[in-house]
C-alpha cells in the first residue's frame, strides 16, 4: 500500500523569501510518480509539478523546485522568491507508473504568504 | 482543450434527494478518478473508472454511492438519499495514463 506524509499542516513566509515544504511517502512500487498540486481559495487543483523516481534530477517548474531523496522517499517542494498568489494548500502526492491505480494523497499543507 | 469540466458548481439538497455530479473529462482522456474533499481535509480516494468499467471502487461508500463512465457522455457521481454529513467538495481528475492528472473545479455539495 502507497501511503503520503505531510507533517506541516501549516506554514508561513515572507513575501519573496523561500520556503521548503515538506513530504514523504512510502511504496513498494518500483516506478513511480511524484507531484505537488496546489489548491487555492479557488479550490480548483492545480498540478505544480512532477517527478519521475526513475530520475535523478530534480524537477524544477519556475520558482518551484524539488528536492527528491528516493532512498530516503522524500519528496520536499521549495518555493523561492514568494508571492501572494502561493498563498494556498499544497498536497503531496504519488502514483505508479507502471499500472493502473489511484493517486494518493497527503492532508495538505496551508501556506500563508506574509506581506 | 477545455479541461476537466465539473457541473453544477454547487449543489443544494435536502435531506433523503439524490445528488448527481456530473464530470466530462479532457479530450483524450480515458481514466476518471472521484475525490471527496471534507473541510479541512486532503482528498479522499472515491472511485476509478476508465470507459463503462469501473478500476477500484475501494474508496466508495457501499450504500448510497454509485458512479458510471458511459461508453458516451460524462462520469456521473449518484449520491442517493443524501446526509448532512455528504456534505462536501467532490473532485473528479481525468488523466490519459497517470502522467500528470488534471483535475475539475469541483462541485461543492450542501445538504440542509
Known amino acids: 500500500a502507497q501511503t503520503v506524509t505531510q507533517s506541516q499542516p501549516e506554514m508561513s513566509v515572507q513575501e519573496a523569501e523561500t520556503v521548503t515544504l515538506s513530504c514523504t511517502y512510502d511504496?513498494?512500487?518500483?516506478?513511480?510518480?511524484l507531484f505537488w498540486y496546489k489548491q487555492p481559495p479557488s479550490r480548483q487543483m492545480i498540478l505544480v509539478i512532477r517527478?519521475?523516481?526513475?530520475?535523478?534530477q530534480n524537477a524544477t517548474e519556475n520558482r518551484f523546485s524539488v528536492n527528491f531523496q528516493k532512498a530516503a522517499k522524500s519528496f520536499s517542494l521549495k518555493i523561492s522568491d514568494s508571492q501572494l498568489g502561493d498563498a494556498a494548500m499544497y498536497f503531496c502526492?504519488?502514483?505508479?507508473?507502471?499500472?493502473?491505480?489511484?493517486?494518493?494523497f497527503g492532508k495538505g499543507t496551508r501556506l500563508h504568504i506574509l506581506p | 482543450n477545455a479541461g476537466v469540466m465539473q457541473n453544477p458548481r454547487h449543489l443544494v439538497r435536502r435531506r433523503g434527494q439524490e445528488a448527481r455530479l456530473r464530470c466530462s473529462p479532457m479530450?483524450?482522456?480515458?481514466?476518471v478518478y472521484w475525490y471527496r474533499q471534507l473541510p479541512e481535509e486532503g482528498l479522499k480516494f472515491m472511485v476509478y473508472?476508465?470507459?463503462?468499467?469501473?478500476?477500484?471502487e475501494s474508496g466508495m461508500p457501499k450504500e448510497r454511492f454509485s458512479a458510471e463512465f458511459p461508453k458516451e457522455g460524462p462520469s456521473i457521481l449518484r449520491i442517493q438519499q443524501v446526509v448532512r454529513g455528504d456534505s462536501a467538495a467532490y473532485f473528479c481528475?481525468?488523466?490519459?495514463?497517470?502522467?500528470?492528472?488534471?483535475f475539475g473545479q469541483g462541485t461543492r455539495l450542501t445538504v440542509v
Open positions: 502526492a504519488s502514483y505508479p507508473m507502471n499500472r493502473d491505480d489511484k493517486i494518493i
Open positions: 511504496t513498494s512500487e518500483s516506478d513511480y510518480y
Open positions: 473508472l476508465q470507459k463503462e468499467n469501473i478500476i477500484d
Open positions: 517527478q519521475e523516481a526513475y530520475k535523478q
Open positions: 481528475a481525468s488523466s490519459p495514463d497517470g502522467q500528470g492528472t488534471f
Open positions: 479530450k483524450g482522456h480515458s481514466h
